[in-house]
């Protein structure tokens, strides 16, 4: 289905990236646990391969997807390609493959593998300058040391 994908176009041709139940389970029998593939040492165009050759779909004109590659070491082939051509996009290799995690990331959230904490305000409250900021003492401050004391 298309609202559990994450569009992606690369070459002028457009994709979506969606991970089935099948996708993932493939990838972590494969290759390691999806969670530790995002870590940074492993953020490198093998791991995007990976992404694009089990995630990468074409759509069809019933609405169904299918794979972009054929899941044997041909399409294995054909996704670095593939991820060659999104990379070669951007100024430097951590640019183009930080943009494919992303999509990897936000495709794996589309296909229900996990969700998005809400994001919380970090913007400070405003206050009211008719209002005191600091609570009154009714202790008298200490005189500090003069000069001449020291």
């Given at each position: ?53 089990k ?30 051509k ?37 913007t ?9 900021s ?17």
């Amino acid at each position: 289905m298309v609202n559990d994908s994450v569009p992606i176009e690369i070459g002028g041709e457009k994709y979506l990236l969606q991970f089935t139940d099948m996708d993932v389970m493939s990838i972590e029998q494969s290759y390691r646990p999806i969670h530790q593939l995002f870590m940074p040492i492993h953020f490198g165009f093998d791991m995007a391969r990976i992404f694009v050759w089990k995630g990468l779909k074409k759509q069809q004109q019933d609405g169904t997807l299918i794979y972009a590659f054929t899941q044997d070491k041909d399409g294995f082939e054909k996704a670095l390609v593939e991820v060659k051509k999104f990379t070669g996009q951007y100024n430097g290799p951590a640019i183009g493959l930080s943009f494919i995690f992303d999509l990897v990331d936000a495709a794996l959230v589309a296909s229900g593998w996990y969700s998005r904490a809400p994001k919380v305000s970090t913007t400070k409250k405003e206050v009211d300058p008719t209002k005191k900021s600091v609570r009154p003492t009714k202790r008298p401050m200490r005189k500090l040391p003069t000069e001449s004391a020291v």
